[in-house]
């Protein structure tokens, strides 16, 4: 639900927050913060309320307040639902969140659901499935395949990646954090297993004997990439692929929390990072990945691959519940 929409139990305190979005949306901002600071003296357990007065003091450039406004959020929203600890990251008033806030990126997928795919493919030009999509239709097709047997698609959403996956692959999964999102792609019927999970847990206890992992616009909201890359490889099968998108930044650091509470990362620490988890490097590119605010996100589009076992009877074109090839032992008469 939109936090606008999150009653305070208060009538008055309500009335005085939908003027404040109201004045909001005419970017007055101050006025809009001044409305939400009575709308608290009335109920200042609100913890919604708290993250409106620190948005409007932020876009006010009142930086303290926003401080002291997301500090009050946090102590009142223990679960993280309303994304302190990233708010305060961003703002340089706490470390980053060692990896997903879990609650706040479910809480933002399930209000974002159903205006998801229009929102994004209309309003934000959102390119990331199509251009991952021809990233690995041009790596299968320098491998002479057509189509692998098991593709696992992580941060799913409403499918947007899966409908490409499925030409592709004989077995697709997705696992999305929003059970909203999963219920959209669930009646889209693309997938042959869906599941709600955080992407590392899930990773954690899958079986493996994955052909092809793909994360589209998903990592930004993960953090450090380290742990992500550990959870996928050993699920690769020798020669699967792993395809993501990055937001990228040009700094020195290894990557930086944005604003926008998403992750920017650098490309020399990325490649970095993925070889130390054990992974080839097959290509990295630049390009948009959608619009914010007016202006393109620009992003690193990566394609790993798993080493191939010494054996080369493996064949990454197998069925979905086909064995692994295995080398073959020592004959009785050797």
Same mark, same amino acid.
């Given at each position: 639900?939109r936090i606008f929409?999150l009653?305070? &139990? !208060?009538?008055?305190?309500?009335?005085?927050a939908?003027?404040a979005a109201?004045? @909001?949306?005419?970017?007055?901002?101050?006025?809009?913060?001044? %409305?939400?600071e009575?709308a608290?003296e009335?109920r200042?357990g609100w913890?919604?309320?708290?993250?409106l007065l620190? !948005?409007?003091r932020?876009?006010a /450039?009142?930086?303290?307040g926003?401080i @002291?406004?997301?500090?009050?959020?946090a102590? %009142?929203?223990?679960?993280?639902q309303?994304?302190?600890?990233?708010?305060?990251?961003a703002?340089?008033?706490?470390?980053?969140?060692?990896? =997903?806030? $879990?609650a706040?990126?479910?809480?933002l997928?399930?209000d974002?659901a159903a205006?998801?795919?229009?929102k994004?493919?209309v309003?934000?030009?959102?390119?990331a499935? @199509?251009?991952l999509?021809?990233?690995i239709?041009?790596? %299968?097709?320098?491998?002479g $395949?057509?189509?692998?047997?098991?593709?696992?698609?992580l941060?799913?959403? =409403?499918?947007l990646?899966?409908?490409?996956?499925?030409?592709?692959?004989?077995?697709?999964? &997705?696992i999305?954090?929003?059970g909203?999102m999963?219920?959209?792609a669930?009646?889209k019927?693309?997938?042959?297993?869906?599941?709600k999970?955080?992407?590392?847990a899930f990773?954690a206890?899958?079986?493996?004997?994955?052909?092809l992992?793909?994360?589209?616009d998903v990592?930004n909201?993960c953090g450090?990439?380290?742990?992500?890359l550990a959870?996928?490889f050993p699920?690769?099968?020798?020669?699967?692929l792993f395809?993501? =998108?990055?937001?990228?930044?040009e700094g020195?650091?290894?990557?930086v929390?944005?604003?926008?509470?998403?992750?920017a990362?650098?490309e020399? *620490?990325?490649r /970095?990072?993925c070889r130390?988890a054990?992974?080839? $490097? $097959?290509?990295?590119?630049?390009a948009?990945l959608?619009?914010?605010?007016g202006?393109?996100?620009?992003?690193?589009?990566?394609?790993?691959?798993r080493p191939? *076992? %010494?054996?080369?009877?493996?064949?990454?074109?197998?069925g979905? !519940?086909?064995p692994?090839?295995?080398?073959e032992?020592?004959?009785?008469?050797d």
């Amino acid at each position: 639900m939109r936090i606008f929409q999150l009653s305070s &139990g !208060d009538l008055v305190a309500d009335r005085r927050a939908s003027y404040a979005a109201v004045l @909001a949306q005419e970017a007055d901002h101050a006025a809009a913060a001044e %409305l939400m600071e009575q709308a608290l003296e009335l109920r200042p357990g609100w913890a919604a309320g708290w993250c409106l007065l620190g !948005d409007y003091r932020l876009e006010a /450039a009142d930086g303290a307040g926003a401080i @002291a406004a997301y500090r009050e959020l946090a102590r %009142l929203d223990a679960e993280g639902q309303f994304g302190a600890a990233l708010k305060l990251a961003a703002l340089g008033a706490a470390p980053p969140p060692r990896g =997903t806030e $879990i609650a706040y990126v479910e809480s933002l997928f399930d209000d974002y659901a159903a205006r998801f795919e229009t929102k994004l493919l209309v309003g934000l030009d959102y390119q990331a499935p @199509a251009q991952l999509s021809r990233l690995i239709e041009d790596a %299968l097709a320098g491998r002479g $395949i057509e189509q692998v047997g098991r593709a696992l698609d992580l941060g799913c959403g =409403t499918g947007l990646m899966g409908e490409r996956l499925r030409r592709r692959a004989s077995f697709v999964e &997705g696992i999305d954090l929003s059970g909203e999102m999963v219920e959209l792609a669930q009646r889209k019927g693309i997938y042959d297993r869906l599941e709600k999970a955080e992407l590392t847990a899930f990773l954690a206890g899958h079986a493996g004997g994955v052909d092809l992992v793909t994360a589209a616009d998903v990592l930004n909201y993960c953090g450090a990439l380290p742990p992500i890359l550990a959870s996928v490889f050993p699920r690769l099968v020798p020669g699967g692929l792993f395809a993501f =998108t990055l937001e990228r930044h040009e700094g020195p650091e290894p990557m930086v929390l944005r604003p926008s509470l998403r992750y920017a990362h650098g490309e020399d *620490a990325m490649r /970095a990072a993925c070889r130390e988890a054990g992974f080839e $490097i $097959i290509s990295v590119g630049t390009a948009p990945l959608r619009r914010d605010r007016g202006e393109p996100v620009m992003g690193l589009l990566v394609l790993l691959s798993r080493p191939a *076992a %010494l054996d080369a009877s493996y064949d990454l074109t197998r069925g979905p !519940d086909e064995p692994m090839a295995q080398p073959e032992g020592p004959r009785a008469d050797d």
